[in-house]
């Protein structure tokens, strides 16, 4: 084997110990909770790689709690309703940024694009007084407000790029033959933006779905919080006890549809966001 061969080799032996490297380092925490969810509160704290039973104690104890399961609807409701609404509001807008000219196209979008860089913790207080001034305290509705506040940039930046990306022979097809800009965007440019779509859906439901502070910050009861701060908010047998089964349970339960969800959408997620990436 001559030094040129040796070094590939070498390489590629490399390249793939830092891929085996990177999904140990992401696969394998979900992994252990995997497997401590299924070990009974005696077990729970003796380290091993595959537990010697597999006991169903710790779902059990989650799926009879009421509360819990008001968390997983609320969750439901209110992550696809937020999809909807920034998918409605996203391709509307983007049919104006990305086909209509105007003076200060540019500048919108990148207010746009700069209302995204602000950490939730910096408009958590002015975003209180608007959901208590709207009367939406403890109600889905204020946390369907908030995430769609924060997940409508994205959404309105990657169709905007894809629908810069369409023919304009179809738009002008369409408007020779009396089309509406609606029926434009609905019968035209819609089926071609599945791909953005699914990716920018994706995201704002995986967003809505494990969003903590919000959802903390808005809801009082029980029977309105959301599914990250049902789980916060799971409390042992004593005030000194952290229970771990029914939280690694529990992790499990909203997590597997989440990645169920990106392995059906894969393709169409990479798709949609290298849509624009190459013009041509």
């Keep these: 084997m001559t030094s ?23 696969v394998f925490p979900f992994y252990y909770a995997v497997i401590t969810s ?16 597999f006991d169903l104690s710790n779902y059990a104890q989650i799926f009879s709690q009421r509360s819990f399961l008001q968390a997983i609807v ?17 391709i509307t807008a983007s049919y104006a940024l990305g086909r209509v000219r105007f003076r200060g196209r540019s500048t919108v979008l990148l207010v746009i694009l700069g209302v995204s860089m602000f950490p939730q913790v910096a408009v958590l207080s002015g975003l209180f007084e608007v959901i208590r001034a709207l009367n939406l305290y403890n109600n889905p509705a204020g946390l ?41 965007i609905t019968k035209v440019f819609l ?6 779509m699914a990716t920018t859906g994706l995201l704002a439901f995986i967003a809505a779905w494990n969003e903590f502070l919000f959802a903390l910050t808005f809801t009082l009861t029980d029977s309105q919080r959301t599914v990250p701060v049902a789980i916060a908010l799971l409390s042992g047998g004593s005030a000194y006890e952290l229970p771990w089964g029914p939280i690694m349970a529990a ?12 392995i059906i959408f894969q393709r169409r997620i990479v798709s949609g966001l290298t849509a624009g990436a190459v013009k041509g």
């Design 251 to 262: 992790s499990v339960v909203v997590t597997v549809p989440l990645v169920i969800l990106v």
């Design 144 to 184: 369907i407000l908030s995430y769609t506040i924060f997940t409508l940039p994205f959404t309105v930046w990657v169709l905007t790029t894809f629908m810069r990306q369409l023919p304009m022979e179809l738009e002008e097809a369409a408007i020779m033959d009396g089309a509406t800009p609606w029926v434009t």
């Design 38 to 53: 299924f070990k009974p509160s005696s077990e729970l704290f003796r380290v091993e790689l595959w537990p010697s039973r």
């Design 74 to 90: 609320n969750s439901i409701i209110v992550a696809v309703s937020v999809v909807g609404i920034a998918l409605l509001l996203g």
């Design 191 to 196: 089926p071609l933006m599945w791909p953005a």
């Design 4 to 26: 040129r061969q040796l070094s590939k080799f070498a390489k590629r032996i490399g390249f793939w110990l830092l891929v085996a490297l990177v999904v140990f380092y992401a």
